[in-house]
């Protein structure tokens, strides 16, 4: 049943017959195998996936290697550096998600021979594999913004959400500053692919809100700068918003990439594309460009003609499978896929995933496929929220059609936020949802 | 897996609540229920005084469910922003007062006086 039969289903009155119906998963009993499979990365997708193969196989060796103890919730994080949130609300223990029968080696994977089919590690240590599934999210190249340092968020008007829970902690010490003494704002995103393009468009948003509700909103000038020439990659999302930021009266700065800060002059500076552009600031948001891990690229798993500066893993859109390593896949923010760079993704290509290793350990070949859902609660204020979801071709796919219209600035999609994505974001870490 | 299923909520409700916390409340839940049918047939009818009081306990019912709801989130009641809105908010505030009106009645009938466990009703 999918979300639409379901939501016919439960408005019938037949919720109640439907839903005790077992899922097709329980009904399937466990694939026996050696196969070794190795998942770089414990964060969504890679902890998700573990908990879904140890339910689906029986034997295998599945080792997760991730060096990092702590696991964080970023969709929390946009809270966090709203004030909203404490820091805590993002940390939890990776142990505690991972399941009972799989190997978790705590290290960094420093290099891939796909031909070889191993894996290494910072220790030395090298790992044969029958099956690779490279997840290890995205890196935030902060050095690449001239003058900017992590050390500075926090002090001076300076904020980086997107850093860490400690980072958005700061970020909230900065922004709550600027919004008591007013100023000009700058808010910035990167001219690469990013994860959860709406978290930059977010913290505009609720700065502004909270400026609004400290009865400041006449001594602010709000600015949104970013690379692109459209506020949001999905066309009609990009006019919504484009429509809500001149009802605030947000102003923007299209093509201007953010490349370096001046941060005791308060001074940051743009590329324009055929020059640079100085602007002064009061507090100044900054998202870093975004790239693979280097040994994403070093091993060449990477697109040889596609995102050569970001290094994505070069994989089918639809299976997530490498295209020149069957036995590789990539899952999550590294995945050199058009769109899709968050968890609601990560959500749906866990099966996807799931289903091609399950079928060619049995000889097989899988059949379900990713189409580039995307979802989004896009905050814009506290209080209300737009739930956007879309897929590759820029179509809204609303999961509540008639219900929740995508578009429209809703309680109950901040309810979600608020409420349920955390939830439905653990129980997808379980490999429940 | 893309399908929203009986597990999947109950995983998100867990999740929500903490297990412990939310299959304690469902207990709560199903015992008050058990407890209202009880006394139904216990007393063999449904006894209008104790009625009367439970009604008068929904209003409040209602403004604490959705004082929770709104304290929990951040919200406000200008956030309310469309028909699914107000339709999730007037859910919420009659869960509260049905909640609540079994909840007192069972309790009246369970612990009340003698009145209004249905023995004298002078
Ligand atoms: C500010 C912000 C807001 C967001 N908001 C939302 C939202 O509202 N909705 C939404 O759906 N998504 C949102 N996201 C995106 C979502 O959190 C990510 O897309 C998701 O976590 C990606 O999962 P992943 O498994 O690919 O990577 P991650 O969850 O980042 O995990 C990657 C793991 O790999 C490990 N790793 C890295 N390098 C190595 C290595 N060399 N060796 C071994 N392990 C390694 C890391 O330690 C990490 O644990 C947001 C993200 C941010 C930052």
Redesign the pocket.
């Known amino acids: 049943m999918d979300r639409r039969q379901f939501l016919t289903a439960a408005v019938a009155g037949g919720a109640a017959a439907s839903l005790v119906s077992p899922s097709a998963e329980a009904q399937v009993s466990p694939v026996q195998t050696s196969a070794r499979i190795v998942i770089?990365?414990?964060?969504?997708?890679?902890t998700a996936l573990a908990n879904r193969l140890v339910r689906r196989l029986e034997g295998a060796q599945i080792t997760l290697?991730?060096?990092?103890r702590e696991h964080l919730y970023?969709?929390g994080?946009?809270l966090v550096a709203a004030g909203l949130k404490p820091g805590g609300y993002v940390v939890s223990d990776t142990a505690k998600w991972l399941p009972e029968g799989v190997t978790w080696l705590p290290e960094?994977?420093v290099a891939v021979d796909a031909e070889a089919k191993t894996v290494s590690t910072e220790s030395g240590e090298t790992l044969g594999y029958d099956w690779l599934v490279v997840?290890?999210?995205l890196v935030l190249d902060h050095d690449a913004i001239e003058g900017f340092s992590l050390d500075m968020v926090g002090e001076n008007g300076i904020g980086a959400?997107?850093a860490g829970p400690e980072y958005a902690a700061r970020t909230w010490a900065a922004a709550s500053r600027f919004v008591e003494d007013g100023g000009t704002g700058l808010f910035t995103r990167p001219s690469t692919e990013m994860?959860?393009a709406g978290?930059p468009l977010k913290h505009t948003f609720l700065i502004d809100d909270i400026a609004r509700r400290a009865g400041n909103a006449g001594r602010m000038n709000m600015v949104y700068a970013a690379p692109q020439a459209t506020l949001f990659g999905v066309p009609i999302v990009a006019e919504k918003v484009r429509m809500l930021f001149e009802d605030r009266g947000v102003d923007t700065m299209m093509n201007r990439t953010l490349t370096g800060i001046d941060a005791g002059a308060r001074r940051a500076t743009f590329a324009t594309g055929s020059g640079s552009e100085e602007v002064e600031y009061d507090y100044i948001h900054v998202v870093p460009p975004q790239r693979a891990?280097d040994?994403v690229r070093r091993s060449g798993l990477s697109w040889a003609d596609r995102w050569t500066d970001q290094g994505w893993v070069e994989c089918d859109m639809a299976t997530l499978r490498h295209l020149r390593y069957p036995e590789v896949f990539a899952?999550?923010?590294?995945a050199g896929v058009p769109k899709g760079?968050?968890?609601?993704s990560?959500k749906w290509q866990v099966p996807v995933v799931e289903d091609h290793i399950v079928a060619g350990i049995e000889g097989r070949e899988g059949t379900e496929t990713y189409d580039g859902y995307t979802?989004?609660?896009m905050i814009t204020r506290i209080g209300r929220a737009m739930l956007v979801e879309f897929d590759y071709h820029d179509n809204l796919v609303p999961s509540f059609p008639g219900m929740i219209a995508p578009l429209e600035e809703l309680w109950i999609s901040w309810l979600m936020k608020e409420v349920a994505l955390k939830a439905t974001y653990n129980a997808m870490l379980r490999g429940r949802a | 897996m893309q399908d929203l299923t009986f597990e999947t909520l109950i995983a998100v409700f867990e999740e929500i609540f903490g297990r412990g916390l939310f299959w304690f409340m469902v207990a709560a839940a199903v015992l008050v229920t058990f407890g209202y049918f009880y006394v139904l047939i216990r007393d063999r009818e449904v006894s209008w005084k104790k009625f009367l009081v439970a009604q008068l306990s929904m209003p409040v019912g209602a403004v604490l469910a959705v004082w929770f709801v709104m304290v929990m989130t951040d919200s406000r009641l200008a956030d309310l922003g469309g028909p699914i809105d107000i339709i999730l908010f007037l859910g919420i505030a009659v869960t509260g007062a049905i909640g609540m009106a079994i909840l007192v009645y069972t309790l009246e009938a369970l612990l009340g006086t003698k009145r209004t466990k249905g023995e004298a009703d002078i």
């Open positions: 770089i990365g414990a964060g969504a997708g890679g290697i991730d060096p990092r970023q969709p994080l946009t960094r994977v997840a290890p999210g959400l997107y994860k959860c978290a891990p040994f899952l999550g923010d590294v760079k968050t968890a609601a990560v979802s989004c609660p």
